[in-house]
């Protein structure tokens, strides 16, 4: 158990929908990163939050969007959902950045299935 | 930026026979590397890691690693595989000397032990 918590688990949605998804970090961590993973493109970073600030943007489209709270858990919203959209959304964390040599940790994903 | 190459998309190998997954990396300034186990319907797991010293790097499960900066290599070895290892194995690199944590992941390699 890595400490990092997803939910939901699973998501099954129609296209021109909207859906979030969710993550608890590690307890203490102030750094969130989004990931997706596709059969197409493997892992893509989407986005990091660090201490409630976004610090860095991969590949995230701008039907996509996230946040972190002051409680750090961090939200995922993807709207208009296209076919190709269908993953597995990847929420990691870790300690802070900067002066951390250590790895992220991961949680086991949300798998959001586009019909 | 970074970029991590994992050579082969799948590897097929028999119980006990030794094993080496490949990996090389892109970057024009020094790293931090990793290597994930991703087993079916699960997270990223971290395996092990090379910060610094020693470029012998052992991990769990009887994985090690050898960081190669000649040659920007870190491939993942285990002298005798089991069933039980059949997974995802993703590389990684991060920069050292950023203040961001986001990890760059290669495509992954397909172990598939065979008994």
């Known amino acids: 158990d890595s400490g990092v918590t997803q939910t939901p688990k699973h998501l099954i949605t129609a296209t021109g929908q909207r859906v979030t998804l969710r993550c608890s970090p590690r307890s203490g961590d102030l750094s969130v990163y989004w990931y997706q993973q596709s059969l197409d493109q493997g892992l893509q970073f989407l986005i990091q939050?660090?201490?409630?600030?976004?610090?860095a943007k991969g590949n995230i489209l701008e039907r996509f969007s996230a946040q972190q709270f002051p409680d750090l858990h961090s939200e995922l919203n993807l709207s208009s959902l296209e076919l190709g959209d269908s993953a597995l959304y990847f929420c990691a964390s870790s300690a802070q950045t900067g002066s951390d040599t250590g790895e992220l940790f991961f949680g086991e994903g949300s798998r959001l299935t586009v019909l | 930026a970074q970029s991590v190459t994992q050579l082969d998309s799948q590897v097929p190998v028999f119980e006990e026979a030794p094993v080496e997954l490949r990996c090389n990396y892109s970057?024009?300034?020094?790293?931090?590397l990793f290597w994930y186990v991703q087993y079916p319907n699960q997270g990223l797991q971290l395996l092990l890691k090379?910060?610094?010293?020693?470029?012998l790097v052992k991990g769990i499960n009887g994985f090690e690693a050898e960081f190669n900066k000649s040659q920007t290599s870190f491939h993942l070895r285990k002298p005798s595989v089991h069933i039980s290892d059949t997974a995802e194995y993703f590389c990684?690199?991060?920069?050292?000397?950023?203040?961001?944590?986001?990890?760059?992941f290669g495509r992954g390699t397909q172990l598939t032990v065979w008994p």
């Open positions: 090379y910060l610094s010293g020693s470029t």
């Open positions: 939050y660090y201490n409630g600030e976004e610090r």
């Open positions: 970057s024009s300034v020094s790293v931090y």
């Open positions: 990684a690199v991060r920069d050292r000397g950023s203040t961001l944590g986001r990890l760059y």
